[in-house]
């Protein structure tokens, strides 16, 4: 089982690997990630937030701050419900 400090690095890795070079294995990564992450009882909020922290390293500070950054805490909120409807 996958610790959730090592998903988060793995995210990382992967998402800058796709944003390069958007190709099948980078979205099986994806999928694999998505399982570990289901495995290992990670929540839909917490993915969503190892995305806004892995993108906000990508785009730096600056970029982080942008729109885009701001509407994943939205996003978050959305899928709260979602979450705890599952873990419920």
Excluded: K, W
Excluded at 4 to 14: G, K, R, T, V
Excluded at 15 to 33: C, G, Q, T, V
């Amino acid at each position: 089982m996958t610790s959730q400090p090592q998903l988060d690095l793995d995210y990382a890795a992967s998402l800058r690997a796709y944003l390069n070079d958007p190709d099948e294995s980078a979205l099986a990564a994806a999928y694999a990630l998505g399982r570990a992450a289901l495995d290992n009882g990670t929540g839909i909020t917490h993915v969503v937030s190892t995305h806004a922290e892995a993108l906000g390293s990508l785009l730096g500070i600056s970029a982080a701050t942008d729109l885009s950054m701001r509407s994943i805490s939205f996003l978050a909120e959305c899928l709260a419900p979602l979450e705890m409807a599952h873990q419920g």
